[in-house]
């Protein structure tokens, strides 16, 4: 039973180019979440997807924008980067709508921007 | 907005010695988690706590939930060097959203 899985692991871009990150959720999670996490802190929450609408919003500006399809997998798109993007992103997934599920979350994709 | 107030941010002790760490809220959560996470990997889950009060431990690691949902402390007992990394704890309010503590980074010394 694989877990979640994050594609890509590493990546580089340039200032002002557009970024896709993908995830797989767990088998049998509907719900994912992505996460920033910058050097030294801990992860900050982006956006939730569950039935493939956007269900909660973190604070971050609009060009981080995302997508959910209908197998569960789901991606994280950066527009506009700016060097301070730079960070783990990490995908988590969990089952059902209640608060106490299990949260597992992915190996993560490092994004540098320069 | 719920923020998670971690102590300390930095551990470096001796193979061997006790630990506690901290995570302090003014929010109430309905469950919280305590992860670790190893250079370059996502978090992994320790605990989730959900009754006010609750302890449990995971072999030399004991979490105690507050009674108020508030807080939580984490400690180690007998560190080992295997112990190090980044602990993680997390505090879920709502739909599943979690929300972190910006961590503490433990070193173990041999």
């Known amino acids: 039973d694989a877990g979640v899985t994050q594609s890509p692991t590493h990546l580089i871009k340039t200032r002002g180019q557009q970024v896709t990150l993908r995830c797989s959720p767990k088998?049998?999670?509907?719900?994912v979440s992505w996460y920033q996490q910058a050097l030294g802190q801990g992860p900050q929450f982006i956006f939730q997807?569950?039935?493939?609408?956007?269900?909660q919003r973190g604070n971050f500006p609009d060009r981080f924008s995302g997508h959910q399809f209908p197998n569960y997998s789901s991606e994280l798109n950066v527009n506009a980067l700016l060097l301070g993007d730079s960070a783990l992103y990490l995908c988590?997934?969990?089952?059902?709508?209640?608060?106490?599920?299990?949260?597992?979350f992915g190996e993560g994709s490092w994004l540098t921007v320069v | 907005t719920q923020l998670l107030e971690q102590s300390p941010q930095f551990l470096s002790i001796q193979e061997g010695e006790n630990l506690t760490v901290y995570c302090n809220s003014s929010?109430?959560?309905?469950?919280l988690q305590w992860y670790r996470q190893e250079p370059g990997e996502g978090p992994v889950l320790l605990v989730t706590v959900v009754t006010g009060g609750e302890v449990k431990k995971l072999k030399r690691l004991t979490f105690q939930f507050g009674d108020a949902r508030k807080d939580s402390s984490l400690h180690i007992t007998a560190a080992q060097p295997g112990d190090t990394g980044l602990y993680l704890c997390a505090g879920s309010g709502g739909y599943q959203k979690v929300t972190f503590g910006i961590g503490t980074k433990l070193q173990v010394i041999p």
């Open positions: 997807y569950y039935e493939e609408e956007e269900r």
């Open positions: 088998s049998g999670h509907d719900t």
């Open positions: 929010s109430v959560f309905s469950s």
């Open positions: 988590a997934s969990s089952a059902g709508t209640g608060d106490r599920n299990t949260i597992y």
